[in-house]
């Protein structure tokens, strides 16, 4: 029975999203490819029609969740907050891609790693226009700053089996994030303030 154009996309949808959130949660070694189709409620043996191998199955999982995370809003301390929080750190299936997966993709063929390098960018472009400073070089350097220090954060804290010591780092990395942004916002003020006088 042939399938039509509309349901083969609907069975890929399927499998990129049953990937996403099984190699987020167990790491692309432990998963395997019976395992998202199975959780994508197809056959095993029809996985062949859709992708090539498992590392394009990755890639192409890491396009799809990059992609659909949502763009940050607020300032960047706010986005901090529920980035570094113990919900999201919890919540490995369907946390930042980013956190979970960058130490994987270092050692996979090249698809994966220009995907989560396409992500990257994104991110920062959009992190770029919350974060503090008054030029786009200052903004784009808090971002990446920013952004580096979060999902840091993230990997410590979930690597910790001390839920005190992992609670500590999302604290206390917030915290040092909030400070860097009043910080930046105290010398954006101090300069205009002595031009004024």
Same mark, same amino acid.
């Given at each position: 029975m042939r399938v039509s154009r509309e349901q083969v996309a609907e069975n890929r949808r399927r499998i990129l999203e049953a990937?996403?959130?099984?190699?987020?949660?167990?790491?692309?070694?432990?998963?395997?490819?019976?395992?998202?189709?199975? %959780?994508?409620?197809?056959?095993?043996?029809?996985f062949y029609g859709y992708f090539a191998s498992k590392d394009e199955l990755f890639a192409g999982a890491l396009a799809d969740v990059l992609a659909?995370?949502?763009?940050?809003?607020?300032?960047?301390?706010t986005y901090a907050a529920g980035y570094l929080s113990r919900r999201h750190r919890d919540n490995r299936a369907g946390g930042c891609p980013v956190a979970a997966l960058a130490g994987e993709t270092i050692r996979l063929p090249g698809g994966a790693r220009t995907?989560?390098?396409?992500?990257?960018?994104?991110?920062?472009?959009?992190?770029?226009?919350?974060?503090?400073?008054e030029t786009a070089a200052q903004k784009r350097q808090a971002a990446i700053g920013g952004w580096a220090a979060m999902?840091? %954060?993230?990997?410590?804290?979930?690597?910790?089996?001390d839920p005190a010591l992992s609670g500590e780092i999302l604290d206390q990395t917030h915290a040092?994030?909030?400070?860097?942004?009043?910080?930046?916002?105290?010398?954006?003020?101090?300069?205009?303030?002595?031009?004024?006088?």
């Open positions: 990937a996403g959130r099984l190699f987020r949660e167990h790491g692309f070694e432990a998963v395997t490819v019976a395992e998202i189709m199975q %959780a994508a409620g197809l056959t095993h043996g029809g659909k995370r949502p763009a940050p809003s607020g300032d960047l301390a995907e989560m390098t396409t992500g990257l960018k994104r991110q920062i472009e959009r992190l770029s226009r919350i974060a503090p400073g999902v840091g %954060a993230m990997i410590m804290a979930r690597v910790s089996d040092w994030l909030e400070h860097q942004g009043k910080h930046d916002a105290q010398r954006e003020v101090q300069p205009s303030a002595s031009k004024v006088n």
